[in-house]
């Protein structure tokens, strides 16, 4: 049985009543002389374990699903070999569940004056910064009777980053945006666009885009090809508030609304298009503004990581003003907020003709999916109640949406998994349209 910690030693030397031990190594202790030296001798020939020296490298980021690798690295600057068991802590959340122990607990034993490297392998269930906790060393002596214990505080930050799901979606919109572009195919002219090329006509071409006077000049007929202008200005606005905080399956909605804002961010740059970023709810959360087309989503990305949803009701008035003051210009708003008919009615409803006064604004919502199942369920009393009540909450919601779109805003009501293709599709129908 071993013993850890100075109480051997000072057992083993009569320094300690034996009554203060344990019975059974108390008892051992007492009549076993030659035990107590052997305890005395292998607690003298552990290593001491405050004058290690560690150090950390390894990611300081990584996205939310995938794995992080953290090496500390210790230093045995002493005479006397290490044989040590490490446990390296970090937050609950920087883990599977049921894997803490067998990723943050390490055995390696280091010779006098050398260093080695383990590597701990954190896979986080949240966003956010994890800042790894205490190392604690335990250095056991060469017979294992008896072990000495310190901690060290070892600093290091991990980034979780938001998955960024909805990055498969990406190439098909690219290629609808090439579209718009005329690299694929002509366009039609919208309030919006601007004159690009001439080319010759092929059978399926409107009619009402051939420019007679080229063709006049030219042995066959030609037409005119537009694209959407460039350099527009989009502000995405992430609401959150204590809506946001509301689960949708095994995610807050906060969590769609990211990954909607960024494929709609990684779209509208590949576009030519400036976009920036706007967490809010009673204060500014999180800003992202004048970044390059090469930096948006990298900035997007970081200043997302960290976001919460505040179980605070969002202050409207003060929202809409920190948007005219962010964008003076016309811009495409996107309001990434919930469709609460209390929420909507009350706070954000009468402050929408300051903002389409001035920009086109764009509203998407997470919907619950469970609704929609619940409002096909029948077969028993409780079903048809459930279904009843699904029905009520979906005409809600459609009612508060007509009430938008009445007030010119467009507004995109979609599940989770569905939402950030839908707010692509509908960025790209307003591109489409010369809207923007």
Known sequence: MALTGRAALLAALGAL????????????????????????????????????????????????????????????PGTRRLRARIRDAWPPSSWLPGTEQAASRHTLTVPPGERRRVT????????????????????????????????????????????????????????????????????TRGEG??????????????????????????????????RPERDRHILVCLDTGRTSA?????????????????????????????????????????????????????????????????????????????????????????LLTGLDAAAVEEGLLPLLPRLTRRHTVLLASVSDPEVAAMAGARGTLDAVYEAAAAAQTQDQRRRTADQLSRHGVHVVDAAPDALAPALADAYLALKSAGRL
């Open 246 to 334: 509301g689960r949708v399956g095994d995610a807050p909605r906060l969590d769609a609304s990211m990954d909607a804002a960024l494929l709609l961010a990684a779209l509208a740059a590949r576009a030519g298009d400036r976009v920036d970023l706007l967490a809010y709810d009673r204060r500014v959360r999180a800003q992202v503004q004048g970044r390059s087309a090469g930096d948006v989503l990298p900035a997007f990305v970081d200043a997302m990581a960290p976001l919460e949803p505040e179980l605070v009701e969002t202050d409207a008035r003060s929202l809409v003003s920190t948007i005219l003051r962010t964008a003076p210009r016309s811009s495409l708003v996107v």
């Open 193 to 226: 666009t601007e004159f690009d090329s001439l080319r010759d006509y092929v059978p399926g071409d409107d009619t009402r885009s051939i420019d007679w006077r080229a063709t006049a000049r030219r042995d066959g007929v030609a037409v005119r090809t537009w």
């Open 120 to 187: 701990t392998r954190l896979r986080p269930t949240r966003r956010g910064d994890r800042q790894a906790d205490r190392v604690t060393v335990r250095s056991s002596g060469p017979l294992g009777l008896v072990s000495r214990q310190g901690t060290h505080h070892v600093p290091w930050t991990v980034r979780v980053l938001p998955p960024f799901t909805s990055r498969r979606h990406l190439p098909s919109r690219l290629s609808r945006l090439r579209e718009l572009d005329g690299r694929t195919s002509a366009l």
């Open 17 to 76: 009543p034996v009554g203060l031990l344990e019975p059974s190594l108390a008892g051992l202790l007492a009549v076993n002389g030659p035990l107590a030296a052997a305890c005395a001798l292998d607690y003298a020939l552990a290593a001491p374990v405050r004058s290690l020296v560690l150090s950390r490298s390894g990611d300081t980021v990584v996205r939310l699903g995938e794995q992080a690798e953290v090496h500390l690295s210790i230093t045995n």
